[in-house]
C-alpha cells in the first residue's frame, strides 16, 4: 500500500505565505514525478505544479513567479512554497505522485487534499 498525506493548509491573508507538505510513504519502489493540483468550489481540478526525480518544473501560469515546487527525494516529500497568495487560490490542494511500487506496478497515486484558504 502507498500513502500521500499533505499537511500545511489553512487561512491566510491575501499576499501572505504557506508552505505545504506532501509525505509519500508505503510499498515504494521509485517515485517519478510528483505534483500538486487544485480545486476551488464550482470548478475542475487543475494542475499547479509538478517536478520530475531529476527536479524539472512546470507550473500554472496563474502561480509562475509566486509558487515554487520541490522535493527531497530522500523523504519521499514534495513541498509547495506558495507567497503573494491571492483570494482566487483558495481550493482544496492535493498531491500526486506518479511512482513505482514494490511489487513493480507503476500508478499515480493521490493525497487525501489540504484546504487552503486566502481571505482577509
Known amino acids: 500500500q502507498v500513502q500521500l498525506v499533505e499537511s500545511g493548509g489553512g487561512l491566510v491573508q491575501p499576499g501572505g505565505s504557506l508552505r505545504l507538505s506532501c509525505a509519500a510513504s508505503?510499498?515504494?519502489?521509485?517515485?517519478?514525478?510528483m505534483g500538486w493540483y487544485r480545486q476551488a468550489p464550482g470548478k475542475q481540478r487543475e494542475l499547479v505544479a509538478t517536478?520530475?526525480?531529476?527536479?524539472?518544473?512546470n507550473y500554472a501560469d496563474s502561480v509562475k513567479g509566486r509558487f515554487t515546487i520541490s522535493r527531497d527525494n530522500a523523504k519521499n516529500t514534495v513541498y509547495l512554497q506558495m507567497s503573494s497568495l491571492k483570494p482566487e487560490d483558495t481550493a482544496v490542494y492535493s498531491c500526486?505522485?506518479?511512482?513505482?511500487?514494490?511489487?513493480?506496478?507503476?500508478?499515480?497515486?493521490w493525497g487525501q487534499g489540504t484546504q487552503v484558504t486566502v481571505s482577509s
Open positions: 517536478i520530475t526525480g531529476g527536479g524539472t518544473t
Open positions: 500526486n505522485a506518479d511512482l513505482l511500487t514494490t511489487t513493480i506496478t507503476r500508478g499515480h497515486y
Open positions: 508505503g510499498s515504494i519502489f521509485s517515485i517519478y514525478a
